[in-house]
Nanobody, 119 residues
Framework: QVQLVESGGGLVQAGGSLRLSCAASGGIFSINEMAWYRQAPGRQRELVALITSGGNTNYADSVTGRFTISRDNTKNTVYLQMNSLKPEDTAVYYC?????????????WGQGTQVTVSS
């Protein structure tokens, strides 16, 4: 069973930085896309950044130029470096992976990590 475990969330002042990590484990054969989503109270979950197995990236307009997604395929880990944080970045951040394990490719999600940016 594939599991995604996030770390690195917390409380930071506006203008500060945080780095999120997400490690995938559990009988993984391959991972296609990995991504970070976020969900603020009262809002729908939204894509923050995505990275393909080949390293191509895509960002939400609201974080372009401030956030950087990267991955280490040898460790099945994806990172999100968040700089110049704003109060509107406050949300629960979820890791996502489209991975092949015992069967066909499937979507996997982490439990989420809270990011709070104070003004």
């Amino acid at each position: 069973q594939v599991q995604l475990v996030e770390s690195g969330g917390g409380l930071v002042q506006a203008g500060g930085s945080l780095r999120l990590s997400c490690a995938a484990s559990g009988g993984i054969f391959s991972i296609n896309e990995m991504a970070w989503y976020r969900q603020a109270p009262g809002r729908q979950r939204e894509l923050v950044a995505l990275i393909t197995s080949g390293g191509n990236t895509n960002y939400a307009d609201s974080v372009t130029g401030r956030f950087t997604i990267s991955r280490d395929n040898t460790k099945n880990t994806v990172y999100l470096q968040m700089n110049s944080l704003k109060p509107e970045d406050t949300a629960v951040y979820y890791c996502y992976a489209h991975a092949v394990s015992a069967g066909p490719a499937y979507d996997y999600w982490g439990q989420g990590t809270q990011v709070t940016v104070s003004s």
